[in-house]
């Protein structure tokens, strides 16, 4: 049971270089999600995408792009980190309908230095 | 506009004491309602969901029950063990489609000690 799989699980950056987070899922959802998480700020929306060739931004967008990149991927960049970005990124997929479970992936740690 | 609002922590208590935490919402039409449970260093998992007014939900000796009276969904567990020990978030997701229908209460952090 795959689920959703995110890469890669610990990054170090230094201010100012790029990189691109994947997420991919094999549960055939529709909707998929970035969120970052910082000490007691709970979760934050950067994008989602609620189905394939769409994205939106979420609460907190600024610094990120994203790509729907087919039904099952969903990838967030970052192209010139600071250090602000330092957090944990959650990709997550669900189906549409309002009780549909949201998967989580396990997290990406990222830090900017 | 729509929210949730969590029982604030960090929540410390004794093996085999009480728990709830408190969650209630705000939301246009009729929303399903989520706990999610997130272990140390993992990402978050569903722990239970109702989907209807007065339904229970139920998973590992935890329960909610969807007031829809009181917009509310709070989360009891009769005998808490170390194990429990993780942030739990309650989560909305209301009925609109092709949008962001998905809200998440900022985290309630329990802690068990023996």
């Known amino acids: 049971n795959a689920g959703v799989t995110q890469t890669p699980k610990f990054q170090v950056l230094k201010t100012g270089q790029s990189m691109t987070l994947q997420c991919a899922q094999d549960?055939?959802?529709?909707?998929m999600y970035w969120y970052r998480q910082d000490p007691g700020m709970g979760l934050r929306l950067i994008y989602y995408?609620?189905?394939?060739?769409?994205?939106d931004k979420g609460e907190v967008p600024n610094g990120y792009n994203v790509s729907r990149l087919n039904k099952r991927e969903f990838s967030l960049r970052l192209e010139s980190a600071a250090p602000s970005q330092t957090s944990v990124y959650f990709c997550a997929s669900s189906g549409q309908g309002t009780g549909n479970t949201i998967y989580f992936g396990e997290g990406s740690w990222l830090t900017v230095v | 506009g729509d929210s949730v609002t969590q029982m604030e922590g960090p929540v410390t208590l004794s093996e085999e004491a009480f728990l709830t935490i408190n969650c209630t919402y705000t939301a246009t039409g009729y929303p399903s309602l989520f706990w999610y449970v997130q272990y140390p260093g993992e990402g978050l998992q569903l722990l239970l969901k109702?989907?209807?007014?007065?339904d229970k939900g139920s998973n590992k000796g935890f329960e909610a029950t969807y007031r829809k009276e009181t917009t509310s969904f709070h989360l009891e567990k009769g005998s808490v063990q170390v194990s429990d020990s993780a942030v739990y978030f309650c989560?909305?997701?209301?009925?609109?489609?092709?949008?962001?229908?998905?809200?998440f209460g900022t985290g309630t952090r329990l802690t068990v000690i023996p």
């Open positions: 109702a989907t209807k007014a007065d």
């Open positions: 989560a909305p997701r209301l009925e609109q489609t092709g949008a962001n229908n998905l809200f």
């Open positions: 995408s609620a189905s394939e060739g769409t994205t």
């Open positions: 549960m055939n959802h529709n909707s």
